[in-house]
């Protein structure tokens, strides 16, 4: 069983930079994919960054050249680092691991909040 904590959500404005956190406890070998997902209100959660244990990552284009996602394989932490913010950034952002073969195992964390606005 895989768990996942986020941390460094909060309020930032328009332009500032906030950095997102994930520690992984449990069972994660590098066949795991990690990353970050959003949900703003009324919207479906979206996928942000992703991250493989070899360091090769995926961007939305939405936030290409702004955020910078980043892996540590011997602490099993990911982390977010978000600069350039825009109030559209704002959501709940969910660090997720899932298995690149096996997708039943696919693991959520509890969400953190971001808010971008003045």
């Known amino acids: 069983q895989v768990q996942l904590v986020e941390s460094g959500g909060g309020l930032v404005q328009p332009g500032g930079s906030l950095r997102l956190s994930c520690a992984a406890s449990g069972s994660i070998s590098s066949f795991y994919v990690m990353g970050w997902y959003r949900q703003a209100p009324g919207e479906q959660r979206e996928l942000v960054a992703q991250i493989t244990s070899g360091g090769r990552t995926n961007y939305a284009d939405s936030v290409k050249g702004r955020f910078t996602i980043s892996r540590d394989n011997a602490k099993n932490t990911v982390d977010l680092q978000m600069d350039s913010l825009k109030p559209e950034d704002t959501g709940v952002y969910y660090c997720?691991?899932?298995?690149?073969?096996?997708?039943?195992?696919?693991?959520w964390g509890q969400g953190t909040q971001v808010t971008v606005s003045s």
């Open positions: 997720n691991a899932v298995h690149a073969l096996i997708g039943q195992r696919n693991y």
